[in-house]
């Protein structure tokens, strides 16, 4: 439904009722009003419909044959319930009568007996089923054996025309699609049809099969699926059988009516029309005021391979009497709001129920509809998204203590994404304080969560999240590296090697016969680096080769590898790109630790540590080069761009202090006489 329908909609269902229009039938509890447009009569054979896609509340039966229409002055229609579900809707086709725009679609009936069943013969309905396995998809006999045993049905919906890009019924490749279409032939003559398709495709006039498309292939770029055939003026069923077993669900019916020179794909007005409808409010027998609310999907967004959908809600009152009306939204994943209209964000697909609560002098009332939050399929090649930050701003309000654990990593990366770090930190805080989680949601908000919390001075909080995220699975990789993240922390944030040594060792002793995760290497890894932050070179070299590794292909291009990441590292630099740099330096360490220990390393993590002004970082790793390899080529620099950052903290005693070592214990270097002269400077 468009957003113009929708508020045409609303607007009418707002009307006050001075009082409940005449009901048809007593033994149907609940009512729908629906509205069309004025509608020009086809004058063809068959009924003229509408359809309208609405929301039941679950009250229909499971079936749908309790449904009735009725026009306002309670005269039955035929109708026909195309589809029940997803959640709680229905979407159903009715038969119009000329001069009416107002009907009534009635259920809640449990024994409702037979109804007049609607015989369609407009437009064209599409009906798509999961693919099943069967004798073959070559025949026109084998295609119909596939659908007699297809029976679980994706969708069924009238379009526009013979025509599929995609499935709009889901995610699905592998599907049977029958288009049923009425084709209102503007003259006698002979008539052309053309089909191509992904796989196999039947096209029959009127029952009688024009064109055998069958077997697997890929669609046709030509008109060489052709076949003529004499039609007289007026109403022919038009079917289109399509089976896809491989590729995207490809398909497309096209004709040359007589008098046209080309063939082209069938278009809309070629087929007998149809009318969509407007749901309205929903009411209930005998009762003086209703609530109600129509769920209306208002966009998507999309981030890392993920998407998120945003939802319209919008609470319904008619009716006399109750005074003022209290409402409270539950959106069924936790969350809740009490204002008349909002806008939700579901960060989890799935089946929720939204229960509005009316609350009034005259009692309280609820409205329930299940929804099924999903991509809509229907719409995906309109690529239109909203903005990350618009979905981020209506998640940033939520109560993350009563989000569900699945749905507070999404939490975190949105906001994460989006710049919203204070409500990042929020939901990552109300994750760890859960006692248990799936060990794919601890290994994705702990990382970003941590990170932002060394970001902001608060290292203690980060090791100890860590360390109850290594409680909340018992999954030994998950463990592991929450555990080697502490580690990190603490040596590099806190300069405590002691308990950086302490979490090391837990890993190893704790998992690392238990799972080959990467964090197991990286423990080994951290061990080296307490040693080398310690001044123990022998031991640090020790554990740097306990954790080498051993593929011949690195042994083979090792100088070209060191190389190419010290290579990578300076443009970086130069570019000032440091997030890039920061990447090339973990993959040299992580490929060659002990590369740690011979200085050039460290000069390209000072430099870069220099220009993202994090000075204290810079003389950390500028110092802790020279205690564990004093005699490095490299730490004479090291201690200058060390001298300089003490400058610009304002530490001018340890500035000097610095210069005068360079001076002292490096007199060989160069780069003592450029210290001395620092020194001699004011």
């Not at 999907?297 to 008619?318: C, I, P, S, W």
């Not at 998640?395 to 990366?413: M, R």
Request: hydrophobic fraction near 40%; charge should be neutral.
């Amino acid at each position: 439904m468009s957003v113009c329908t929708l508020v045409a909609a609303i607007a009418a269902a707002e009307a006050p009722l001075q009082a409940q229009e005449a009901w048809w039938n007593q033994a149907w509890a609940y009512r729908r009003v629906v509205t069309t447009g004025q509608f020009k009569p086809t004058n063809l054979p068959g009924e003229d419909i509408a359809v309208v896609t609405m929301p039941t509340g679950g009250l229909v039966l499971p079936d749908g044959s309790d449904i009735r229409v009725t026009t306002h002055d309670r005269r039955e229609l035929p109708c026909r319930a195309l589809m029940l579900g997803p959640g709680d809707q229905v979407r159903l086709a009715f038969a119009l009568r000329q001069g009416i725009t107002k009907y009534f679609v009635y259920y809640g009936n449990p024994k409702p007996g037979p109804a007049k069943e609607l015989e369609i013969q407009r437009g064209v309905l599409q009906e798509t089923w999961e693919f099943v396995e069967g004798p073959g998809i070559k025949t026109l006999e084998q295609i119909k054996r596939v659908f007699a045993g297809s029976n679980k049905l994706l969708g069924r919906d009238m379009r526009d025309r013979i025509f599929m890009g995609h499935n709009p019924f889901g995610w699905q490749n592998k599907i049977a699609t029958v288009f049923t279409g009425w084709l209102n032939c503007p003259a006698d003559g002979e008539y052309i049809f053309c089909s191509s398709s992904q796989d196999a495709s039947f096209l029959l006039i009127d029952d009688k099969l024009v064109l055998d498309n069958g077997g697997h292939h890929q669609p046709q770029y030509d008109v060489s699926k052709r076949a003529a055939t004499e039609l007289k003026a007026g109403l022919h069923k038009i079917t289109f059988y399509h089976v896809c077993v491989m590729g995207e669900p490809v398909a497309v019916a096209a004709w040359r009516p007589p008098g046209r020179p080309d063939i082209i794909p069938i278009p809309p007005g070629a087929y007998a029309p149809t009318e969509r409808a407007a749901p309205g409010m929903m009411e209930k027998f005998g009762q003086t005021i209703n609530i109600d609310f129509l769920p209306f999907h208002g966009g998507e967004t999309f981030m890392a391979d993920r998407y998120y959908q945003r939802y319209v809600f919008e609470a319904l009152a008619a009716g006399q009497g109750g005074g003022k009306i209290a409402w409270t939204w539950d959106f069924g994943d936790g969350q809740t709001s009490s204002a008349a209209k909002v806008e939700h964000v579901y960060l989890q697909n799935g089946k929720y129920a939204v229960t509005l609560t009316g609350k009034t002098s005259a009692g309280e009332m609820k409205r329930v509809n299940q929804i099924l939050v999903s991509r809509p399929w229907n719409e995906v090649t309109l690529n239109k998204l909203d903005i990350l930050k618009q979905h981020a701003e209506i998640v940033a309000a939520y109560d993350f203590k009563t989000l569900d654990v699945g749905a507070l990593p999404e939490a975190v990366q949105l906001l994460r994404r989006a710049g919203s770090i204070d409500a990042m930190m929020s939901a990552g805080a109300a994750f760890v304080a859960r006692d248990k989680a799936p060990p794919e949601a601890v290994a994705e908000v702990l990382p970003s969560y941590c990170e932002a919390l060394v970001a902001r001075g608060k290292a203690d909080q980060a090791i100890e999240a860590l360390l109850k995220a290594s409680t909340m699975t018992q999954n030994p990789a998950v463990c592991a590296e929450a555990l080697t993240q502490a580690g990190a922390i603490a040596l590099e944030s806190k300069n405590d090697p002691k308990k950086a040594m302490e979490l090391y060792q837990r890993v190893l002793k704790q998992y690392a016969a238990m799972t080959t995760h990467k964090s197991i290497r990286e423990a080994r890894i951290g061990v080296g680096d307490v040693y080398r932050y310690t001044g123990d070179y022998e031991q640090a070299s020790k554990a740097y080769e306990g954790a080498r590794i051993r593929s011949e292909d690195v042994m083979k291009k090792a100088a070209v590898l060191r190389g190419d990441f010290a290579r990578q590292a300076e443009e970086f630099i130069r570019r000032r790109e440091f997030d890039f740099t920061k990447e090339a330096l973990e993959r040299w360490e992580d490929t060659f630790p002990m590369d740690k220990l011979d200085g050039y390393w460290s000069l390209l993590r000072v430099k870069m540590l220099v220009g993202l002004g994090n000075h204290e970082a810079a003389i950390r790793e500028a110092e802790v080069l020279e205690r564990v390899n004093s005699g490095s080529n490299y730490t004479p620099e090291l201690l200058l761009l060390a001298a300089e950052s003490y400058r610009k903290l304002g530490q001018a005693d340890r500035a000097r202090t610095t210069l005068q070592r360079i001076v002292e214990k490096y007199r060989e270097s160069k780069l003592a006489e450029e210290a001395a002269k620092r020194l001699k400077e004011k």
